[in-house]
């Protein structure tokens, strides 16, 4: 097992003569992964995480930083002197080849005896079940097995470090869940440290031990699934993160009576003291709020949570709950709740929420986050 470093990393991509402009895809990049952590990159197409996975991997130079795995820098070496297997999002399988020839081809490249490939490939064939489908190719097996010998090509190396880049993309929904739910128990098993690029969000939050989240190259947060969904550091993380995202509605910090609140559209709700708050006073700020996180209520109101009240333009049925869309004054606001309740278009509702619910974000200062804890 190795951790993996990357110091200070940027890769500038230099214009051509069909580009006016440099793009840099990876801006000042540092990030830790420990011993057989899986950490997935996370984020929009055109982000960086691909470029960052083939700096990694070798395929990519970086224009300037260091690239350690274990203990050796390995900025400057070859891709097949670091240690490493990638698993790619089109398979990349030869389809001339049978699977055994597919998972075999590597070994064989890196002259391995016939007994320790044929050891290898068994073992590891057993692990993906697919014993029963060696001697096939890959037009004759199905997405999943494709995805699966994949998986094997990358596991007979026994690498320092897995690169996963997107590899379950290509797969139907209901494929994609079964195989998420696969690779994440295998990695468990082989314990060896892996990086996993996708832009699912899905895929993230169920596989990744940690989450790196990026945009426009540049690294936005690190954290555990439930930290950054539950404290997301700025407006970006925030309404990446959730589905249906966040509603971000405009709202104004006030002080009244020595007690802070937010001045949303006229209604007023209030806020815990904090200190932080005080440079805040007055100023636009813009509050946060996911959308199974409002409560509504159609005839009371409740003094100490009422947030805003509005009409039910739109309700979608999803099943176990229902989305509706409220216009309020300024606003149209996503709710999701239980469809059990017997809210039609039309209805007027008062929204309420509790105050740890609301994520206060300053649009002035890159849309940081206001408060860092409640």
Do not use: W
């Amino acid at each position: 097992m190795s951790r993996i470093k990357l110091s200070r990393v940027t890769k500038v991509f230099e214009s051509d003569s069909r580009r006016n402009d440099d793009v840099r895809a990876v801006d000042n990049f540092d990030l830790e992964i420990e011993d057989g952590e899986l950490l997935v990159l996370l984020g929009p197409s055109g982000c960086g995480k691909t470029t960052i996975l083939r700096m990694v991997a070798g395929l990519e130079v970086p224009t300037s930083g260091d690239i350690i795995i274990g203990d050796k820098i390995v900025t400057d070496l070859h891709s097949k002197e670091r240690g490493i297997a990638m698993v790619f999002q089109d398979y990349a399988l030869y389809p001339h080849m049978t699977v055994r020839e597919n998972m075999s081809f590597g070994l064989k490249n890196m002259k391995f005896e016939k007994t320790e490939i044929a050891t290898r490939v068994s073992e590891t064939s057993k692990l993906l079940d697919l014993e029963s489908l060696l001697d096939r190719k890959p037009k004759e097996i199905s997405g999943g097995q494709r995805q699966r010998v994949a998986l094997g090509r990358a596991i007979v190396r026994k690498p320092e470090v897995y690169l996963f880049d997107e590899p379950l993309s290509n797969l139907d929904a209901k494929l994609r869940l079964k195989m998420r739910v696969e690779l994440g128990s295998l990695q468990k098993d082989l314990g060896v440290t892996s990086i996993y690029v996708t832009h699912d969000q899905v895929e993230a939050m169920t596989l990744g031990k940690r989450i790196v989240i990026m945009n426009n190259g540049v690294l936005q947060q690190v954290g555990t699934p439930k930290e950054i969904y539950e404290k997301p550091e700025n407006l970006f993380v925030a309404g990446f993160i959730g589905s249906p995202p966040m509603n971000f509605l405009d709202c104004k910090i006030k002080n009244v009576k020595d007690s802070y609140i937010i001045d949303l559209e006229g209604n007023n709700y209030p806020l815990h003291n904090n200190n932080e708050l005080k440079k805040y006073e007055n100023k636009k700020i813009i509050a946060g709020i996911r959308p199974n996180d409002f409560s509504i209520n159609k005839n009371e109101h409740y003094d100490n949570s009422e947030f805003i009240s509005g009409v039910v333009n739109v309700v979608e049925y999803l099943g176990n709950s229902n989305l509706l869309y409220i216009s309020t004054n300024n606003n149209s606001i996503c709710v999701e709740q239980d469809s059990n309740l017997l809210v039609e278009e039309g209805d007027e509702v008062i929204l309420y929420t509790e105050q740890k619910n609301i994520h206060l974000f300053d649009p002035s200062n890159n849309g940081s986050s206001v408060l860092k804890s409640y």
